[in-house]
């Protein structure tokens, strides 16, 4: 029997994020487990939108349904100005696996907030006022996090954040730089970052603000040398180098932090989404000895009420400590490298309507394209189409613009992965259907 009470009061009530109301329809999702949603009609998807690229350690793992349920009955919350045994242990744990010597974490309620609180301390920190931020990157929906974000959803928040600059970053498909090749986009790239720089005056830049490997705008990983190059920018004029990791960290790349594939040290990291798979709202900033310093003796101008909430740092702490016992890191490595890569070429080489597909770990995009040739992006319809096949096959996929990014869960076997790409390969017939 379907729950038409849930489905009657969401339509009358809940008001949806980035949705015409009217337009929608939301399924009702009544449990979850692994790799696996069901819903209200019985109906089980495997998951490889992990909802919103959060869920990296699957639904309901019994272990972080234990942790919260401990803390829960233990002390279900205290204010931010308290010292607390699981914020301590979670500040600790992200420190110690953070790169370089990054030691000190700010709790926020997730990555928007994490992302305002960065900007506010590379401000305070150097005096100064303007933040690079790049062209098609995401870094939330509240007011300043919405002001660095170089995509379409933006536009409706403007005029924005005074001091915001934009630049565009490497992504080699649809070149801003006319580069046939990885190192021309990375050289080509890194001399457009420096020209801005230049232009703006370094002396006013506080931040430049990039996401690690760029996500929802088309899972872009940077090319090799392009994260060294903007850490040396950084250098050399004292900007802050921010990584937002809110979707590449905690193991999305495989790593704890995307960056460390990289082996860059930036000054800021700001995370949310893996860091607990939003089991309880969490996110945070990962900082600098050197910033963190600037705030001994003078008071942080920022705070949240939920700042490193018991009950998510509880999560947090049972996440990290699963991803060790189970070996998560490395069967995402694995898993990305031996099944969905290959797959994921095989669809490639069949399917006249893909233009592209890159990633790493369980994060990965297929770009679709009308004309291989001149790489048009295929229209709305057909990525539709795609989604609805998918899901009537049992997939519940993640699509945006023209895109299908798989993002499964980190602990989705190889099994459930080869089965939701062999769904994926059929699903993509009803996008073939639109190359022109
Ligand atoms: N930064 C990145 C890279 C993201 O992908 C997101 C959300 O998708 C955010 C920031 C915002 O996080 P939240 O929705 O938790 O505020």
Not at 130 to 150: C, D, E, M, P, V
Not at 189 to 211: C, K, Q, S, W, Y
Not at 254 to 260: L, P, Q, V
């Amino acid at each position: 029997m379907t729950d038409e009470q849930t489905r009657r009061d969401d339509r009358a009530h809940v008001f949806h994020s980035w949705s015409a109301q009217a337009q929608i329809d939301p399924p009702v999702i009544v449990e979850a487990s692994g790799s696996h949603v069901t819903d209200d009609t019985g109906r089980r998807y495997l998951d490889f939108s992990s909802q919103l690229v959060n869920v990296n350690i699957g639904h309901q793992h019994p272990r972080m349904i234990a942790a919260i349920q401990e803390q829960a009955a233990r002390l279900a919350t205290i204010a931010p100005a308290a010292a607390n045994d699981k914020r301590s242990q979670a500040a600790r744990m992200i420190a110690e696996r953070a790169p370089g010597d990054l030691s000190k974490v700010f709790f926020t309620n997730g990555g928007a907030e994490a992302n305002e609180n960065a900007l506010r301390m590379a401000r305070v920190h150097t005096g100064r006022h303007k933040i690079l931020a790049a062209y098609r990157s995401y870094h939330g929906a509240t007011a300043g996090a919405i002001a660095l974000t170089g995509e379409p959803r933006r536009w409706a928040s403007e005029p924005g954040m005074p001091g915001v600059v934009r630049f565009w970053g490497p992504y080699l498909y649809r070149s801003s730089f006319h580069a046939e090749t990885e190192e021309q986009e990375c050289e080509r790239a890194l001399a457009h970052l420096r020209d801005t720089v230049a232009a703006e005056g370094p002396e006013h830049v506080a931040a430049i603000v990039l996401e690690t490997v760029v996500g929802t705008n088309g899972v872009i990983p940077p090319p090799d040398g392009y994260l060294a190059g903007v850490r040396e920018i950084c250098d050399e004029h004292g900007i802050v180098m921010i990584a937002d990791e809110v979707m590449a960290g905690f193991g999305r790349c495989g790593e704890w932090f995307a960056i460390d594939r990289w082996g860059v040290v930036p000054d800021l990291i700001s995370f949310a989404k893996g860091v607990n798979s939003g089991y309880v709202p969490l996110g945070g900033v990962v900082i600098s000895p050197e910033i963190a310093a600037t705030f001994d003796d003078r008071p942080y101008p920022g705070g949240l009420t939920y700042s490193g909430h018991p009950l998510a740092c509880a999560s947090a702490v049972a996440s990290m400590e699963i991803f060790e016992d189970e070996g998560i890191l490395e069967h995402v490595r694995t898993l990305g490298a031996e099944t969905i890569e290959p797959a994921l070429e095989k669809i490639a080489a069949k399917h006249p309507s893909v233009g592209e597909v890159r990633g790493l770990g369980v994060f990965w995009a297929i770009e679709l394209v009308a004309d291989r040739q001149t790489r048009e992006p295929i229209p709305a319809a057909a990525v539709g189409a795609v989604a609805a096949a998918c899901k009537e096959r049992g997939l519940w996929p993640f699509v945006a613009a023209n895109r299908v990014h798989v993002v499964p869960p980190c602990t989705t076997t190889a099994a459930e992965a080869e089965e939701g790409l062999a769904i994926l390969d059929e699903a993509l017939a009803a996008a073939d259907a639109h190359v022109t």
